[in-house]
């Protein structure tokens, strides 16, 4: 197993434009985590999935975000129409739901809308 | 809510030396878990130590370890004999236990730097 993956690692893209990210987690974690970080700032909670459900999203996620995990596998994180604000680092992580839960992370994708 | 506060947004340490790094919550539960993660350069987040609120016993992972004061509402990572290797940005998280969901709650950051 070789830990959380993240496709792509860069992507730039014009403002209004669509973009699409892909998680792919630990094989035999159940739960999926999407997090935003900004330079210099700690990773925020966007939203999480137990198995294919999406159980939690921040108020962080605007309408322009969707985020889905069909099948329980991996994840796609979409942004629709693009602002200069979405420019930002995507980082997935990935978990067993226990009572030791530990969160592992992927590299990201820094995302620069121009 | 809960909050996490670090309030050294950089610190600096000779390599051997020993460094604290400072962290400062805010949650009204009574059982909840903190960690330290390490972002390196590559960006990819590492968990450093893991401490359970229940637990009066600090947490130690080899040359890393917790002053967890619960009333306080602190949480300091220790590195000793510090390494080239230990350059990172160091971030204090939460993570509640008795809300639904296991978001992690994280701290603004510290840059660690060592210095040879």
């Known amino acids: 197993d070789t830990g959380v993956s993240q496709d792509p690692r860069h992507k730039i893209t014009k403002r209004g434009q669509n973009v699409t990210f892909r998680c792919d987690p630990i094989s035999e974690h159940n739960r999926l985590y999407w997090y935003r970080q900004t330079l210099g700032q700690g990773p925020e909670f966007l939203t999480y999935?137990?198995?294919?459900?999406?159980?939690?999203k921040s108020r962080l996620l605007s309408d322009r975000f969707s985020a889905e995990r069909p099948k329980g596998s991996f994840s796609t994180l979409e942004i629709q129409r693009t602002e200069q604000g979405d420019s930002a680092m995507y980082l997935c992580?990935?978990?067993?739901?226990?009572?030791?839960?530990?969160?592992?992370f992927g590299p990201g994708t820094r995302l620069l809308v121009l | 809510a809960q909050t996490v506060t670090q309030s050294q947004p950089e610190m600096s340490v000779q390599e051997a030396e020993t460094v604290t790094l400072s962290c400062t919550y805010d949650?009204?539960?009574?059982?909840?878990?903190l960690f330290w993660y390490k972002q390196p350069p590559s960006r990819q987040m590492i968990l450093v130590i893991r401490q359970e609120a229940y637990k009066q016993q600090n947490a130690t992972e080899n040359r890393f370890s917790v002053n967890f004061q619960k009333a306080a509402k602190s949480f300091s990572l220790k590195i000793s004999d510090s390494q080239l290797g230990d350059a990172a940005m160091y971030f204090c998280?939460?993570?509640?236990?008795?809300?639904?969901?296991?978001?992690?709650?994280f701290g603004e950051g510290t840059q660690l730097t060592v210095n040879p």
């Open positions: 998280a939460y993570r509640s236990k008795e809300t639904s969901g296991s978001r992690l709650t």
């Open positions: 999935f137990q198995n294919e459900a999406q159980l939690e």
């Open positions: 992580a990935s978990s067993q739901a226990s009572r030791r839960e530990t969160q592992y």
């Open positions: 949650t009204s539960e009574s059982d909840y878990y």
